[in-house]
């Protein structure tokens, strides 16, 4: 399993997801679209930073473990 690789498939994944995310907005345009945006997206650069953060720290320990266990 290759964490640090994950946490970067992640960033990327959401900088995907904004670029789509603007292109709908060129075309879709109404409160349920705000409401769409500030429901699951406004936080989503927040989230999604806490858990790479989370996933590297989580590969950290699982290296110790590994080592440890050598």
């Known amino acids: 399993m290759n964490l640090t690789g994950a946490a970067a498939n992640l960033a990327q994944s959401l900088k995907e997801l904004r670029i789509e995310w603007e292109r709908t907005s060129g075309y879709w345009r109404d409160a349920k679209h705000d409401e769409f945006d500030r429901k699951y997206l406004e936080n ?12 590297k720290e989580i590969a950290a320990v699982l290296d110790k473990v590994h080592k440890d266990c050598e």
């Not at 989503?44 to 858990?51: E, K, M, N, Q, T």
């Open 44 to 55: 989503l650069p927040a989230d999604v930073s806490r858990a790479a953060i989370v996933i």
